[in-house]
């Protein structure tokens, strides 16, 4: 143990090293402060049912009714207990609190890559926190995008693990790669786990080039089959998440709709609308803020203080200092043409010269890959900035078109920059000597991105509009509000002062970094330093520079309280609501957007929330029967009893009671069949749904039409409530066909009258049916998909595998090192 300790004795100094970064970033959580953001409020009111139900049962429901009048949980929250990594990631953050883990695994995650290129221990220390504090990697936790700030962090484990299997390891590089992608899967963000596909994708083309050119076929193949043998077990590792998630999917909006129609340009519909999934674009001209972070405005609000222009012009129109300050803090500086944005994306300034100085010395496959991954991402982040490539993955790159912010692919080049400007250090050291024309290489490079950030700072103008394509609008808006034409064109003059101010100190900022750099660089070269002067120094500035930046968007501000954690606030008009205790009644919130805001979901049985995969029949209907107007009738079979309202007079919020709320469950006079989706969609437009119930001709054959009498007399009530399982009782002279208000999800809900299990029936686009023999029953309604109880068993199997083959691998290294020994 003692010269185990000896010989791991840098890597453990580097850990150490590590986890004080973290503790000093993250002071505020140590001091019994909590982070808020913004989706984890969010999630706390479409995740409020099924932990109330977990406390109560000792397990989650699979089914919530408190969000879009019901869907599963999978994308949720989910427990997936038969999965080892629940309980290593439970470990992790036992240790380590939320988030101040994530910026371990960054750092840890990026070391290990770092080795694995065979780069120095404390060189790799430093590409580490290059690689960790890139501007989005902070600006996601602190938006609350937590899994997909996880997902990045496994990313460079995993490279690490695939260039083991490549350079022949076939022991730890598998055995790493299955371990290290199971966790990567376990994190459940789809969409950063396919990015990383795309750039191995590239990687594995590239050795498969130099197999061939090398006549290697054979090792590449051995190094190939392992590394499949080892996604497959991840991937079985996670059946209990991608496999009801997978089942889910063709049935949200990322599958295929059920009304077709084709979009402006060509392509299917298919897969998500391709101007929703091209909302998050990467400006062309942003990717300026690589290496100059607010030469764009920084974040969208929150930038200008009191000093700024646009504060000065606000007092100049008579208003309070105070005022003035609160206003110009709302005013966007940001100028590209996204809807909105948190922070740029800023990989370093010195980070950025010395990718550059790489470009041109470094050699290898290594490079290649990097520079052609990058480049293929950030033309695919512009979207529909540069449609000629994003359409082409769009329209024909297999579940491409499922994604949607396509900017986020730019995590790939966050990870990839930083990686080879280290690599260009690691060659300096190697053989900078050796490099021909290496000091004026150094020196071009110095002249070519400081010179840039100098020309930027100097004649901004050149460079940077400082206006968007909707600024003329926003200026007449303000105008408006002002009453004023001229006192509007002069907002606008100081709100592109404040812009242009803005850039240009960030253009200084970086050419300071860049100029320190090149001098680490010129002087190391010259031989006026040594290499740990050199690492320490450039370390220092590094961390520096991106420390300061990420501390614009997740600083101690972020932090309060635990007591004083902005929760969801129960208004006045929830207790209200709440009086009510009939446990089916659904809620409509207005006071906000209801189908991006699930804080309603806390308190109430919701037909708005907020997620990213709804149900795609929901949203059809909510584009067809909410678009422009509000379909009291689909109100009606959705049992909304209540809305919250806004009074426009005093801005008060107050309840509405709808008497014609259908209830959970009704007798219909008249079944009506309709031969298509799109017909079916026409009917609900204007029908009561407590008469006339409209079902798709497939459901002919589970109906037997001539059976059914008018319901007189008929009665069905909900008996019993809970999220996985209803009970009604019903009574009836005759058969009768019975419409339940709760949305129709074929792939796990089964229905039973009198334990003796009949066919579920789609009515009126959206809800379940069921035809009810004449008598006295009970119904029940049971959620249990048969996806759920087999991936567990298939992930509990897989998991014991992949724990067994770590041990072996730790076992036979042993076994080797005492044979040595």
Not at 490 to 518: C, N, P, Q
């Amino acid at each position: 143990m003692k010269q185990w300790f000896k010989e791991n004795s840098t890597h453990l100094i580097v850990i150490a090293i590590f986890i004080v970064l973290v503790f000093f970033y993250f002071s505020p959580i140590f001091g019994g402060k909590t982070l808020v953001q913004s989706d984890v409020i969010q999630a706390e009111g479409s995740q409020k049912e099924l932990f109330d139900y977990r406390a109560k049962d000792g397990h989650a429901p699979l089914w919530t009714n408190s969000m879009f009048g019901g869907m599963p949980t999978y994308q949720i929250w989910y427990e997936h207990a038969s999965n080892v990594t629940s309980y290593i990631n439970r470990g992790i953050r036992a240790i380590f609190p939320v988030p101040t883990d994530i910026v371990l695994l960054y750092l840890l995650g990026g070391y290990f890559l770092l080795s694995v290129l065979r780069v120095r221990p404390w060189l790799a220390a430093v590409g580490a926190v290059a690689l960790a504090f890139t501007s989005y990697n902070f600006i996601y936790i602190e938006a609350g995008h937590v899994n997909k700030a996880y997902a990045i962090a496994y990313m460079a484990p995993i490279i690490g693990a695939m260039l083991l299997c490549f350079r022949g390891s076939r022991l730890w590089g598998p055995a790493l790669l299955a371990f290290f992608l199971a966790m990567e899967i376990r994190t459940n963000h789809v969409q950063i786990t396919y990015y990383l596909f795309i750039a191995i994708l590239v990687y594995v083309f590239i050795e498969l080039y130099h197999a061939i050119r090398n006549k290697e076929l054979g090792n590449f193949a051995k190094a190939a089959a392992l590394q499949l043998g080892a996604v497959i077990i991840a991937v079985l590792v996670n059946a209990s998440v991608l496999f009801p998630t997978y089942e889910y999917s063709k049935l949200t909006t990322r599958g295929k709709a059920n009304i077709q129609k084709v979009e402006e340009g060509g392509g299917s519909s298919s897969g998500l609308d391709r101007q929703y999934a091209y909302e998050w674009s990467q400006g062309v001209g942003e990717n300026i803020t690589f290496l100059i972070p607010n030469a764009y405005g920084g974040r969208s609000g929150g930038v200008l203080g009191e000093d700024s222009e646009v504060a000065k012009f606000f007092k100049k129109m008579g208003l309070p200092e105070g005022q003035a300050k609160q206003i110009a803090q709302q005013i966007p500086t940001y100028w590209g043409e996204k809807m909105f944005t948190s922070g740029p994306w800023y990989f370093g300034a010195g980070v950025c010269f010395l990718f550059v100085l790489g470009l041109i010395i470094v050699k290898g496959r290594i490079k290649w890959w990097i520079v052609g991954a990058t480049t293929l991402c950030i033309f695919l982040a512009f979207g529909r900035h540069f449609p000629l490539v994003s359409d082409l993955f769009f329209d024909y790159f297999p579940m491409y078109n499922k994604f949607r912010a396509v900017e986020s692919i730019l995590v790939i080049p966050a990870l990839l920059m930083p990686l080879l400007a280290v690599l260009a250090v690691n060659e300096l050291f190697l053989r900078g000597k050796e490099i021909p024309n290496i000091h004026k290489t150094v020196l071009y490079t110095f002249a070519g991105v400081g010179g840039f950030c100098l020309l930027v700072a100097l004649m901004p103008s050149l460079f940077l509009d400082f206006k968007n394509s909707g600024h003329q609008d926003y200026i007449a808006s303000i105008s408006q509000q002002l009453g004023d034409q001229g006192a509007g064109n002069e907002f606008a003059k100081a709100l592109i002062k404040d812009r242009t101010s803005i850039a240009t100190g960030d253009a200084y900022r970086s050419f300071f970094i860049v100029a320190i750099t090149f001098l680490l660089v010129w002087f190391y070269l010259k031989n006026k330093l040594s290499v740990p002067v050199f690492v320490a120094i450039l370390g220092i500035v590094t961390l520096a520079d991106l420390w300061a930046v990420d501390k614009r968007y997740l600083n101690n501000d972020s932090f309060v309280e635990e007591r004083a954690k902005t929760h969801v606030v129960e208004r006045e008009v929830d207790q209200l609501i709440r009086l009510d205790k009939d446990p089916s009644y659904r809620v409509m919130d207005l006071t906000t957007n209801p189908f991006s805001d699930a804080r309603a979901s806390y308190f109430h049985k919701s037909i708005g929330g907020y997620h990213a995969a709804k149900l795609m029949r929901f949203q059809e209907v909510l584009e067809h029967q909410f678009n422009g107007a509000i379909n009291e009738d689909v109100l009606d079979m959705l049992n909304v009893r209540y809305l919250i309202t806004r009074n426009p007079q005093n801005g008060a919020e107050q309840i509405q009671r709808r008497s014609t709320a259908a209830g959970n469950a009704w007798f219909v006079n008249k079944v009506t069949f309709v031969k298509d989706n799109a017909q079916e969609m026409q009917a609900i437009s204007s029908f009561d749904p407590r008469k006339e119930a409209f079902v798709h001709e497939e459901f002919k054959n589970q109906l037997n039409a001539s059976r059914l009498g008018a319901p007189a007399n008929a009665e069905i009530k909900l008996t019993s409530y809970h999220p996985d399982t209803l009970r009604y009782e019903s009574t009836s002279p005759n058969d009768a066909f019975a419409v339940f208000s709760e949305v129709y999800y074929d792939k796990g809900w089964k229905a039973y009258i009198d334990g003796q299990e009949v066919p579920i029936i789609r009515a009126d686009y959206l809800l379940r049916a069921l035809q009810i023999p004449g008598g006295n029953h009970t119904i029940e309604f049971i959620f249990a998909p048969s996806s759920v109880r087999i991936s567990n068993i298939v992930s509990l199997i897989a998991s014991i595998v992949l724990i067994g083959g770590l041990v072996v691998a730790v076992w036979l290294t042993l076994k080797r090192k005492a044979k040595k020994g």
